[in-house]
């Protein structure tokens, strides 16, 4: 499929975002939630910072205390052959499985949808214990003048899903965990079907390693029930390992369509499109059997992460859907596809 990647990619790097505090730097930015407001294209970003750290003797990791209400930093001996730093998303020990960063979420606007300027202060920070390690990885859902930001929270306790609300983007309030652990990659459909709200999630199966997207309804956008798995993975091809929602679902004359990911048994993410029934969603209608995009620029192959193409968002425009996102968990890049397109590579049930 053709992808038309923008020449100024990426568009937004690590060193285009103050860090949100003197002892800490930001390690990367990636996977934002996407709308438009104002007038402007808004984008709620995934910043995540270390502390600064120039001894090669430890490492740092950073986490928020509930008890007292503050992130700190715990050290681990860099020398010590019990800590593991194999993976350079997590720190393991003998007592402790703590991520390397912690992440909270930026405001960044652009007239063009493609110059941003960000923010220098957070949007949202870790605030409770289920955001320990960080809040990560949002979907903006529009509805009735409101907007419904669901974001991962990670914690020692477990990754849950939380819901956030707002009206201006500079206030938000939080309205607590809708999904229980652990499930995330949860995606809001922008208005009630058969009056019930819908979403997408991806819990994840702790005995049998299952990771695959499902579809929940609500009466009221905080309980969710009715629960139902929608896609499985493939396990012969490119979707084999697992797969997630990543877009906010919007509708087509032909359904909703979910631009969502997937990972192989190599962690190599692509995204792929889902197409369900406009009345039904729990019908899916057609599948990708073939990516829609994968990681092929160096910057979507090389970073923190890679190789790595993640998604939280888009906005269409007549034919032309508009990508915001994550390249190699390190920056935020922008990529334009052809709606048609799309459709010519589903394979329809």
Known sequence: ??????????????????????????????NCGVTEFEGDVLLLLRVAET?????????????????????????????????????????????????????????????????FVVEEKPAMYPANKYEEFGIEDPRITLIDGVYYINYSCC????????????????TFERKGVIFTPDNKDVAIFPEKINDKYIALCRPASAEYKKREIWISESSNLVEWGNHKQLVSVNETDWDNGRIGCSA????TDKGWLEIYHAADSNDRYCLGALLLDKNDPTKVLGKSFKPVMEPLASYEKWGFYGPVIFLCGCLVEGDTVKLYYGAADTSVCYAEISLNDIFSELTYY
């Open 1 to 30: 499929m053709k992808v038309n990647r923008s020449k100024q990619n990426p568009i937004i790097l690590p060193d285009n975002v103050i860090a949100s505090r003197e002892d800490f730097e930001v390690h990367y930015v990636m």
């Open 51 to 115: 502390p600064i750290n120039r001894d090669p003797n430890i490492v740092m990791a950073p986490y928020f205390n509930e008890k007292t209400g503050q992130v700190e930093i715990k050290i681990f001996d860099a020398n010590d052959p019990r800590n593991k730093f194999d993976d350079p998303r997590f720190i393991e020990s003998p007592d402790d499985r703590i991520l390397t960063t912690i992440s909270h979420l930026r405001v960044a606007r652009s007239k063009n949808g493609i110059d």
């Open 155 to 170: 914690a020692s306790i477990g990754v849950t899903t939380c819901l956030a609300t707002t009206t201006d983007f500079k």
């Open 248 to 251: 906010v679902p919007f509708l």
